[in-house]
Protein backbone atom coordinates (compact mmCIF):
# COMPACT_ATOMS: atom_id res chain seq x y z
CA UNK A 1 0.00 0.00 0.00
CA UNK A 2 1.45 3.68 -1.11
CA UNK A 3 2.28 6.02 1.71
CA UNK A 4 -0.03 8.92 2.38
CA UNK A 5 3.13 10.77 2.73
CA UNK A 6 4.31 9.66 -0.92
CA UNK A 7 4.47 11.92 -3.83
CA UNK A 8 4.22 9.68 -6.79
CA UNK A 9 2.08 11.07 -9.31
CA UNK A 10 2.77 14.49 -8.61
CA UNK A 11 4.36 17.19 -10.33
CA UNK A 12 6.29 19.67 -8.26
CA UNK A 13 7.48 22.81 -9.05
CA UNK A 14 10.23 24.29 -7.25
CA UNK A 15 12.18 27.78 -6.74
CA UNK A 16 15.75 28.50 -5.72
CA UNK A 17 16.46 25.18 -6.36
CA UNK A 18 20.28 25.42 -7.24
CA UNK A 19 21.98 25.36 -3.59
CA UNK A 20 20.76 25.46 -0.19
CA UNK A 21 16.99 24.85 0.76
CA UNK A 22 15.74 24.32 -2.43
CA UNK A 23 17.94 21.99 -3.42
CA UNK A 24 17.39 19.99 -0.26
CA UNK A 25 13.47 20.45 -1.01
CA UNK A 26 13.92 18.85 -4.31
CA UNK A 27 15.78 16.21 -3.33
CA UNK A 28 13.34 15.13 -1.01
CA UNK A 29 10.34 15.20 -3.18
CA UNK A 30 12.22 13.27 -5.73
CA UNK A 31 12.89 10.73 -3.18
CA UNK A 32 9.49 10.81 -1.86
CA UNK A 33 8.24 10.13 -5.69
CA UNK A 34 7.73 13.51 -7.50
CA UNK A 35 8.17 14.81 -10.76
CA UNK A 36 10.15 17.84 -10.04
CA UNK A 37 10.52 21.24 -11.98
CA UNK A 38 13.36 22.63 -10.89
CA UNK A 39 14.11 26.30 -10.97
CA UNK A 40 16.49 29.19 -10.19
CA UNK A 41 19.20 32.09 -12.21
CA UNK A 42 22.44 30.32 -12.31
CA UNK A 43 22.36 27.30 -14.69
CA UNK A 44 25.34 25.48 -13.94
CA UNK A 45 24.15 25.08 -9.76
CA UNK A 46 20.94 23.84 -11.11
CA UNK A 47 21.69 20.99 -13.56
CA UNK A 48 24.19 19.86 -10.79
CA UNK A 49 21.01 19.68 -8.64
CA UNK A 50 19.14 18.26 -11.61
CA UNK A 51 21.77 15.62 -11.71
CA UNK A 52 21.46 14.55 -7.73
CA UNK A 53 17.73 13.95 -8.58
CA UNK A 54 16.55 10.39 -7.27
CA UNK A 55 14.13 9.14 -10.30
CA UNK A 56 13.54 10.19 -14.32
CA UNK A 57 11.02 12.96 -15.55
CA UNK A 58 12.62 15.56 -13.97
CA UNK A 59 13.25 18.92 -15.80
CA UNK A 60 15.29 22.59 -14.88
CA UNK A 61 14.10 25.90 -16.16
CA UNK A 62 16.58 28.87 -15.78
CA UNK A 63 14.79 32.00 -14.95
CA UNK A 64 15.24 35.31 -12.64
CA UNK A 65 11.88 35.26 -10.41
CA UNK A 66 13.02 39.07 -9.78
CA UNK A 67 11.87 39.82 -13.07
CA UNK A 68 7.68 39.66 -13.85
CA UNK A 69 8.36 38.43 -17.49
CA UNK A 70 10.57 35.53 -16.37
CA UNK A 71 7.91 34.72 -13.88
CA UNK A 72 5.21 34.78 -17.38
CA UNK A 73 7.75 32.54 -19.17
CA UNK A 74 8.75 30.14 -16.59
CA UNK A 75 4.53 29.79 -16.02
CA UNK A 76 4.22 29.40 -20.04
CA UNK A 77 6.33 26.22 -20.20
CA UNK A 78 4.92 24.32 -17.13
CA UNK A 79 2.03 21.34 -17.07
CA UNK A 80 -0.44 21.26 -14.68
CA UNK A 81 1.41 21.06 -11.08
CA UNK A 82 0.45 19.53 -8.30
CA UNK A 83 2.61 21.48 -5.93
CA UNK A 84 4.87 24.71 -6.00
CA UNK A 85 7.64 25.43 -3.17
CA UNK A 86 9.28 28.36 -3.22
CA UNK A 87 12.32 28.82 -1.95
CA UNK A 88 14.07 30.97 -3.69
CA UNK A 89 15.02 33.97 -1.34
CA UNK A 90 17.66 36.23 0.09
CA UNK A 91 19.21 37.22 3.00
CA UNK A 92 20.98 41.43 3.87
CA UNK A 93 21.66 42.51 7.15
CA UNK A 94 21.90 46.22 6.90
CA UNK A 95 20.72 48.49 10.16
CA UNK A 96 17.30 50.45 8.86
CA UNK A 97 19.13 54.00 9.04
CA UNK A 98 21.94 52.94 6.64
CA UNK A 99 19.42 50.64 3.80
CA UNK A 100 18.57 52.77 0.83
CA UNK A 101 15.22 52.16 -1.47
CA UNK A 102 17.57 50.03 -3.64
CA UNK A 103 18.08 47.57 -0.72
CA UNK A 104 14.16 47.70 -0.01
CA UNK A 105 13.41 46.94 -3.91
CA UNK A 106 16.02 44.19 -4.14
CA UNK A 107 14.83 42.26 -0.91
CA UNK A 108 10.88 42.57 -1.58
CA UNK A 109 11.38 41.65 -5.03
CA UNK A 110 13.54 38.15 -4.30
CA UNK A 111 11.79 37.04 -0.92
CA UNK A 112 7.85 38.64 -1.53
CA UNK A 113 6.76 39.82 -4.80
CA UNK A 114 8.12 36.73 -6.75
CA UNK A 115 6.36 34.74 -4.36
CA UNK A 116 3.09 36.65 -4.73
CA UNK A 117 3.88 37.43 -8.47
CA UNK A 118 4.31 33.41 -9.24
CA UNK A 119 1.54 32.51 -7.46
CA UNK A 120 -0.87 34.80 -8.99
CA UNK A 121 0.19 33.81 -12.15
CA UNK A 122 -0.37 30.47 -11.84
CA UNK A 123 -4.06 30.90 -10.62
CA UNK A 124 -4.34 33.25 -13.38
CA UNK A 125 -3.49 30.62 -15.70
CA UNK A 126 -4.79 27.69 -13.99
CA UNK A 127 -1.37 25.82 -13.98
CA UNK A 128 -3.00 24.47 -10.66
CA UNK A 129 -4.71 20.97 -10.52
CA UNK A 130 -7.94 20.74 -7.97
CA UNK A 131 -5.85 19.52 -4.56
CA UNK A 132 -2.24 21.21 -4.76
CA UNK A 133 -0.52 22.28 -1.97
CA UNK A 134 1.39 25.58 -1.97
CA UNK A 135 4.39 25.97 -0.24
CA UNK A 136 6.47 28.84 0.93
CA UNK A 137 9.72 29.11 2.35
CA UNK A 138 9.41 31.84 5.38
CA UNK A 139 11.14 32.29 8.39
CA UNK A 140 11.12 32.91 12.08
CA UNK A 141 12.98 36.18 11.44
CA UNK A 142 10.05 38.96 10.92
CA UNK A 143 7.59 36.59 12.43
CA UNK A 144 8.57 35.25 15.79
CA UNK A 145 11.29 37.65 16.30
CA UNK A 146 14.05 39.76 14.99
CA UNK A 147 17.70 40.56 15.10
CA UNK A 148 19.68 43.75 14.54
CA UNK A 149 20.12 44.70 11.01
CA UNK A 150 17.33 42.60 10.01
CA UNK A 151 14.15 44.89 9.95
CA UNK A 152 14.10 44.70 6.13
CA UNK A 153 14.26 40.87 5.77
CA UNK A 154 11.96 40.75 8.43
CA UNK A 155 9.57 42.58 6.59
CA UNK A 156 9.87 40.35 3.25
CA UNK A 157 8.99 37.62 4.88
CA UNK A 158 6.17 39.13 7.62
CA UNK A 159 4.68 39.90 4.08
CA UNK A 160 4.38 36.17 2.97
CA UNK A 161 2.91 35.03 6.09
CA UNK A 162 0.13 37.88 5.71
CA UNK A 163 -0.41 36.47 1.98
CA UNK A 164 -1.32 32.99 2.60
CA UNK A 165 -4.08 34.02 4.97
CA UNK A 166 -6.65 35.30 2.23
CA UNK A 167 -5.18 33.28 -0.12
CA UNK A 168 -5.50 30.03 1.34
CA UNK A 169 -9.00 31.11 1.93
CA UNK A 170 -9.40 32.45 -2.27
CA UNK A 171 -8.33 29.31 -3.35
CA UNK A 172 -10.14 26.76 -0.57
CA UNK A 173 -12.88 26.04 -2.47
CA UNK A 174 -10.46 24.60 -5.49
CA UNK A 175 -8.79 22.30 -2.28
CA UNK A 176 -5.93 24.05 -2.84
CA UNK A 177 -4.08 24.96 0.31
CA UNK A 178 -1.25 27.02 1.20
CA UNK A 179 0.92 27.14 4.08
CA UNK A 180 4.43 28.41 5.11
CA UNK A 181 7.56 26.80 6.91
CA UNK A 182 9.23 29.18 9.08
CA UNK A 183 12.68 27.87 9.55
CA UNK A 184 15.15 29.15 12.24
CA UNK A 185 19.17 29.30 11.02
CA UNK A 186 19.57 26.78 8.45
CA UNK A 187 23.25 25.16 7.90
CA UNK A 188 23.24 26.32 4.29
CA UNK A 189 25.52 28.55 2.18
CA UNK A 190 24.49 31.84 2.78
CA UNK A 191 25.84 31.27 6.51
CA UNK A 192 29.23 30.72 5.05
CA UNK A 193 28.94 33.95 2.89
CA UNK A 194 28.17 35.96 5.99
CA UNK A 195 29.98 38.33 7.30
CA UNK A 196 29.59 36.64 10.46
CA UNK A 197 32.46 34.51 12.04
CA UNK A 198 32.85 30.92 12.59
CA UNK A 199 33.05 32.12 16.52
CA UNK A 200 29.92 33.88 16.50
CA UNK A 201 27.81 31.37 14.66
CA UNK A 202 29.02 28.07 17.11
CA UNK A 203 28.20 30.82 20.51
CA UNK A 204 24.52 31.75 18.32
CA UNK A 205 24.06 27.95 18.10
CA UNK A 206 23.92 27.53 21.62
CA UNK A 207 21.01 29.57 22.17
CA UNK A 208 18.75 26.81 20.09
CA UNK A 209 17.69 24.36 22.58
CA UNK A 210 18.38 21.64 20.28
CA UNK A 211 22.36 23.20 19.98
CA UNK A 212 23.04 23.35 16.81
CA UNK A 213 21.09 24.54 13.37
CA UNK A 214 19.16 22.92 11.19
CA UNK A 215 19.80 20.89 7.93
CA UNK A 216 18.61 21.89 4.52
CA UNK A 217 17.19 18.17 4.56
CA UNK A 218 15.32 19.12 7.47
CA UNK A 219 13.46 21.41 5.69
CA UNK A 220 12.70 19.26 2.85
CA UNK A 221 11.02 16.90 5.24
CA UNK A 222 8.44 19.71 6.36
CA UNK A 223 8.09 20.67 2.58
CA UNK A 224 6.95 16.87 1.70
CA UNK A 225 4.70 16.57 4.29
CA UNK A 226 2.60 19.53 3.56
CA UNK A 227 2.60 18.33 0.10
CA UNK A 228 1.46 15.00 0.75
CA UNK A 229 -2.05 13.90 1.15
CA UNK A 230 -1.41 13.37 4.44
CA UNK A 231 -1.88 17.44 5.28
CA UNK A 232 -4.91 17.60 3.50
CA UNK A 233 -6.96 19.36 6.15
CA UNK A 234 -3.89 21.78 6.18
CA UNK A 235 -4.03 25.05 5.33
CA UNK A 236 -3.47 28.84 6.00
CA UNK A 237 -0.93 27.60 8.67
CA UNK A 238 2.98 28.70 9.35
CA UNK A 239 4.61 25.20 10.51
CA UNK A 240 7.76 26.62 13.14
CA UNK A 241 10.86 24.44 12.46
CA UNK A 242 13.41 26.64 14.65
CA UNK A 243 14.74 23.75 17.24
CA UNK A 244 12.98 25.12 19.89
CA UNK A 245 14.72 28.67 19.32
CA UNK A 246 11.21 30.73 19.71
CA UNK A 247 10.43 29.02 23.12
CA UNK A 248 13.62 31.08 24.93
Partial sequence: MRSIFSLIGKTILITGASSGIGKAVAQQCAA????????????????????????????????DLADLSSIERLSSELPKLNGVVCCAGVVEIKMLKFSEDDDLQQLFNTNAFSVIRLVRILVQQKRLHKESS???????SGVKCGYLGGSIYGATKGALEGFIKATALELAPQKIRVN?????????????????????????????????????????????????????????????????????
Fill in 32 to 63: AGAICIITARNQSRLKHTLDSLEGEGHQMVVA
Fill in 134 to 140: IVIISSI
Fill in 180 to 248: TIAPGMIETPLINDSIIDADQLEADKLRYPMKRYGLPEEVGYAVVYLLSDASCWITGISLLLDGGYTLN
